[in-house]
């Protein structure tokens, strides 16, 4: 049965409210760590290493946990009270979506990881909808996204004035401390695109990228603008105090100055666009509610004339309006349809991009991604149209509801409300604030310091400071209780343009899969689902379960905190938790890769960095043993099957048999070079844009006699060495050239064209 609900806490019990208390702690403390930690997108840092998925995982799992949490509860409870929030229809499908894509993706550890990161967050949002029962608690929910768009405005100036130069002239003094850690090859391509961003002094605070952090401080900015109006009856300030008031212009300023430093022409512009659309329902409101359906009508119809223009545009000139970053960015749209088009019903699986996007990726491209730069794009080649319709419907569904409700205001007259939620505020701030200080050390290390006055400093410019700024930040947007109404359909339409405007600038970025932009975003979509409850008169589902019900439920729950923790989280933990003890541990490298690559069983990280390890054995054995080299293929072998799409395996396999083939017998010699050959053409399909490899394979068939096959593969290694050197002379004109296939090897590879040539 259903009832309107006037005031849910009055029908709460005293245990229910301090449940939803402790749930909406832990989710804030969550959201804190998220936005102030380095936390890369799921779908690089699992291509990256393994340890940076097991954080994002067991950062998810909390999240999925108490979701679960609460619904058993609330299940076996006397009452079951729930607000539909217009997400069930879309996550349902996107769940669906994910689990059909996964069982269809190369690298199912992958697919699993990036599938329950990106879920966590949107059922993390139903959650807090059922909890933010007052207009307080959504008001304390924004004002700490707010105040933690300070701390990230922070972080931002203190790179821009001290820590970029810092790490210049580190690096200029010793490269490879910097590199080193990174991964990075001196000499490769991939150094010269680290000193370019390097260099460039991009700021981005706590996040990967400065686009990303120009995101973050996008819904930072609108969520102080949302308090601010929400707190001023009609705009007019003489209502408010002036400390009140300039308290509040301090932290509008400071937010927005975080996004101004980042740079980000996207987010800068997307938040432009938000804000015109703002001031124009601002003025024009009244006028707009009457044409609501033709105003959605003719947007559709802008979208849908506006992607065609930009294809037709892109086809045209083989490139979109703009500069470098427009360039590359058809780049990879144009190869993403092409991946769509061979994967049109489960899409590549998720997180699987990366290794997919080298088979389509064009020859003339600088570097592959792992990421289309386009959100929309995103989902469709990696969960297929499912998945993407699932994701629309999980955006579109609430922002529908939100348009087409009435406008009347049905808070509960209560006096002062918000004085009511001051000691669970303080309290949720000094819980809040206690995790930062004593959990963030333990994420991110202080590096190593000398003197014992240096060390301090270190501790409170790393650990101290952003919990003082985000204290700060809170107080300076603390309510004032005041005796008019909350300006709710001011406040929604504040929220509904910063969603607008961040998924306008997700169109041609993937800030938005980065876990702490993503999970602020899904409180930004909460708060306004929320707050649409206090403004209308809903529904919400209310039933008694029985007893059945009850023990299903807890069941149920059971099962799938049991599969989440044995088959999603704890696979992954044990086999990085080898992996870093291997490395740690050389003489017992293999023994404990093994182990971990038995543990987890679809992760070809284990095996494959064995694989390497029994490489690199061999080539520092004086005398070398060719059983090195058959161990290591075993290990390649076994990670080219739980990722078939990769070229890496396939790479060093033919490295491995080619090896093989000069210190076997001459009997044998042909059978390895055969199955060299073999591999370095699997890895060439799975890469065609790759010169490296295109040599590679022309040695091995020079090697066979295979002549016409050699000088194929040769030429196609200069074309594609020459389509790249055009590309980087236009993007970078006036530098030199840097070779991507190496100066030495393109001169090889010409000479040995003009020698087969005269053969």
Known sequence: MTKAAADSNLSKSKARILLEYVLLAVCLCVIALRTTFTEGPVAQSVARTAGDSVYSLSISAVLVFLFAFWLVWSLCSGKFCYRFTGLEIGLCLFVLAAVISSLAASNKRAAITSSFCLIAPVLMAVLLIQVLDSHSKVRFLLSVIAALGMVSAWQCAEQFFISNQVMIEQYRQAPETILGPLGIQPGTFAQMLFEHRLFSRGVYG????????????????????????????????????????????????????????????????????????????????????????????????????????????????????????????????????????????????????????????????????????????????????????????????PL???????????????????????????????????????????????????????????????????????????????YRATSHKPQATTFAAVLFCAVLGFLIHNLIDYAIFEPGVFTAFWVVMACLIAADFQRNIRKQFVVKPALFTKLSAAAAGAVIIWACFYYVLLPPARAAAGIKTAMSKPPLAHQLLDRSAEQDRLDPAAPGLNGRIYLQQYSETPDAQSVLLEQAADCFLQAAQRNRADFKNYEKLSTVYSLLAQVCGPQERGNWLNKAFENSLFAVLRYPGSGRLRVQLAQIAEQLGETDTALEQYKKAIDIEDSYRRQFALMYPGRAIFSRLGEEKYQYAKQQIEKISKQ
Not at 282 to 299: P, Q, T
Not at 400 to 415: G, H, N, Q, Y
């Open 206 to 397: 706590f996040f990967t990228t400065s686009n990303s952090a120009g995101s973050f401080a996008m819904l930072g900015f609108f969520a102080v603008i949302g308090l601010v109006l929400d707190g001023v009856k009609g705009l007019n300030f003489t209502q408010t105090s002036l400390g009140g008031l300039i308290n509040r212009i301090i932290a509008v300023a400071v937010v927005l100055f975080g996004l101004i430093i980042t740079r980000s022409k996207g987010a800068i512009a997307a938040s432009l666009i938000a804000a015109a659309m703002f001031v124009v329902y601002f003025l024009f409101g009244n006028r707009l509610k009457a044409h609501k359906k033709i105003i959605l009508v003719f947007c559709f119809l802008f979208i849908v004339c506006g992607s065609f223009f930009v294809v037709l545009y892109g086809l045209a000139h083989d490139r979109l309006p703009g500069g470098n970053s427009m360039l590359v960015r058809w780049q990879y749209w144009h190869s993403s349809a092409k991946m769509y088009a061979d994967h049109r019903f489960t899409g590549v699986g998720p997180g699987n991009f990366a290794v997919f996007y080298p088979h389509y990726k064009p020859a003339a491209a600088p570097e592959a991604v792992a990421d289309p730069h386009n959100f929309l794009l995103s989902i469709l080649t990696q969960y297929g149209p499912l998945g993407l319709a699932g994701f629309l419907a999980l955006l579109a569904v």
């Open 400 to 478: 529908w509801r939100v348009i087409f409700r009435s406008d009347e205001t049905t808070l509960p007259k209560t006096a002062r409300p918000e004085a009511q939620f001051k000691k669970p505020a303080v309290a949720l701030l000094i819980v809040i604030s206690i995790a930062l200080l004593v959990i963030r050390p333990f994420l991110f290390k202080m590096p190593p310091a000398g003197e014992p006055a240096v060390a301090i400093y270190m501790f409170s410019v790393l650990y101290v400071v952003p919990v003082v700024i985000f204290i700060l930040g809170l107080w300076l947007l603390a």
